[in-house]
């Protein structure tokens, strides 16, 4: 059984939650899905491999630029355990689309969850998660996916018996719909045009000759081009970001579980 995990993480914080739970179901290979210049293609899983699969929840769906990335592998037995990384909002159908999109590419998905994560734009909500509580309960769910998977086939006059049924996850079909949302993070004064935020760009939203502006119909505000600015000088616009806060409120505040499906 070879391990392998493959993240979509613009800001770290789904990276952080593999991180957790891959201290006790270790990952052989790790994969990064926010390489624009990546060939994906090249990525193989037979039988052999259990594949785990993260994503953060974008207005309740998968971001489609995961799902683009995936389809170039090939994929032909393999299991996964699949993540939906979110806000401390919800992730609505972000697991269903990402099970039911991993079935499509030729995945067997044994194992999901749903984790808290800091806010990627209005910090304040998920602050600090994932944290130490959180480690501890992903470690856990990582040693038992582990033994699920090592006792996943039973003999039969000989013959090893998948006995696993198919795995449950929260969603609805159609999926919610997303349209991204009008926070596009741009240049301030300070910004020397060293280029490191259109090189890091999952989707190429910012020219490499012109690193101070940015493609606002390409942009899907993953807030990578904050994380990456060494001089700080990425941002959105603050009003923004206080009337998005206040819309939040009252579903963002207080600590959201992660959940589990095994």
């Known amino acids: 059984m070879r391990i392998n995990c493959m993240y979509f993480s613009p800001?770290?914080?789904?990276?952080?939650?593999?991180?957790?739970?891959?201290?006790?179901?270790?990952?052989?290979?790790?994969?990064?899905?926010?390489?624009?210049?990546?060939?994906?293609?090249?990525?193989?899983?037979?039988?052999?491999?259990?594949?785990?699969?993260?994503?953060?929840?974008?207005?309740?769906r998968v971001p489609g630029i995961v799902l683009e990335r995936m389809k170039q592998m090939k994929v032909q037995g393999a299991k996964a355990v699949i993540a939906a990384v979110y806000g401390n909002r919800a992730y609505d159908d972000t697991l269903l689309e990402l099970k039911e999109e991993c079935g499509a590419c030729g995945f067997e998905v044994v194992a999901a969850l749903a984790a808290v994560a800091e806010h990627s734009i209005v910090?304040?909500?998920?602050?600090?998660?994932?944290?130490?509580?959180?480690?501890?309960?992903?470690?856990?769910?990582?040693?038992?996916?582990?033994?699920?998977?090592?006792?996943?086939?039973?003999?039969?006059?000989?013959?090893?018996?998948?006995?696993?049924?198919?795995?449950k996850v929260p969603g609805n079909s159609p999926y919610r719909e997303y349209n991204g949302v009008p926070l596009k993070p741009k240049a301030g004064h300070d910004c020397t045009k060293?280029?490191?935020?259109?090189?890091?760009?999952?989707?190429?939203?910012?020219?490499?000759?012109?690193?101070?502006?940015?493609?606002?119909?390409?942009?899907?505000?993953?807030?990578?081009?904050?994380?990456?600015c060494p001089q700080h000088a990425r941002k959105v616009n603050s009003?923004?970001?206080?009337?998005?806060?206040?819309?939040?409120?009252?579903?963002?505040?207080?600590?959201?579980?992660?959940?589990?499906?095994?």
């Open 123 to 167: 910090r304040q909500y998920g602050a600090g998660r994932p944290d130490e509580e959180d480690r501890k309960e992903l470690q856990e769910f990582a040693k038992r996916v582990q033994e699920s998977l090592e006792n996943a086939y039973i003999e039969d006059n000989g013959q090893e018996i998948n006995n696993k049924k198919e795995l």
């Open 194 to 228: 060293c280029g490191k935020c259109a090189a890091e760009c999952p989707v190429g939203a910012i020219p490499e000759d012109n690193p101070d502006t940015v493609d606002e119909d390409k942009c899907i505000s993953c807030m990578r081009c904050i994380t990456v």
């Open 239 to 262: 009003v923004l970001v206080l009337g998005t806060a206040a819309k939040l409120k009252k579903v963002c505040s207080g600590r959201k579980p992660n959940e589990l499906f095994l």
């Open 11 to 60: 800001t770290g914080g789904t990276k952080k939650v593999m991180e957790f739970f891959c201290e006790k179901m270790p990952a052989e290979q790790w994969i990064d899905l926010s390489i624009r210049d990546c060939d994906y293609s090249t990525y193989e899983f037979g039988e052999e491999d259990v594949c785990i699969i993260a994503v953060p929840s974008y207005g309740g």
